[in-house]
């Protein structure tokens, strides 16, 4: 298991429209100093204004990718989390716009483990959506969305998974080579 150890007393931004969402965020990331929001107008004030670790960002309901966006200019790495948008273009979108992670709502309970890949990957140089491969492989959307799920992009998820080769550290690419 990861060491989570890494997210005591970061500073994490969670924003979701759903209440009860937030309430879980914070009792899962206890650890951490959590500020919330539900509100776009409300994150984005809280983006701009204060520091952060860590932003979680729901897609839907509070404009996530224009939270994504402002978060990235604050050098803050972003999470997507979703139940509504989930889907290969979401999945694809995030990707393309500077997310580090995309968590389906349904795997909440395993947020502290995403965040501390985000953040050892971040401390270390390699890739952060290479931990995330690892918790939430292709077999998981598959089940999802079919097994054919990532060929209207073929060339795009070719070079994901290059860059995160590339990322690799020598040990890991040896290994997932042979």
């Known amino acids: 298991m990861s060491d989570r150890s890494v997210l005591d007393g970061k500073k994490i931004i969670a924003v979701d429209d759903e209440p009860d969402v937030l309430v879980v965020l914070k009792e899962l990331l206890s650890m ?37 966006d402002i978060a990235k200019g604050r050098r803050i790495p972003a999470v997507m989390l979703t139940a509504h948008a989930l889907s290969p273009d979401n999945l694809v979108r995030s990707i393309k716009e500077g997310a580090v992670s995309y968590i389906p709502k349904d795997e909440i309970t395993r947020i502290a483990d995403f965040l501390t890949d985000v953040l050892k990957a971040q401390a270390t140089g390699r890739d952060p959506w290479e931990g ?23 060339e795009f998820w070719d070079r994901f998974r290059a860059s995160i080769r590339a990322r690799q550290s020598p040990s890991k690419r040896t290994d997932s080579e042979g």
């Open 132 to 154: 995330w491969q690892e918790r939430l492989p292709s077999s998981y959307f598959e089940k999802r969305w079919g097994a054919a799920w990532q060929d209207t992009d073929k």
């Open 32 to 68: 951490c100093d959590v500020t919330t929001a539900s509100t776009f107008a409300e994150a984005r004030e809280l983006l701009q204004s204060k520091n952060f670790d860590v932003a979680i960002l729901d897609i839907m309901g509070v404009h996530g990718y224009g939270l994504l």
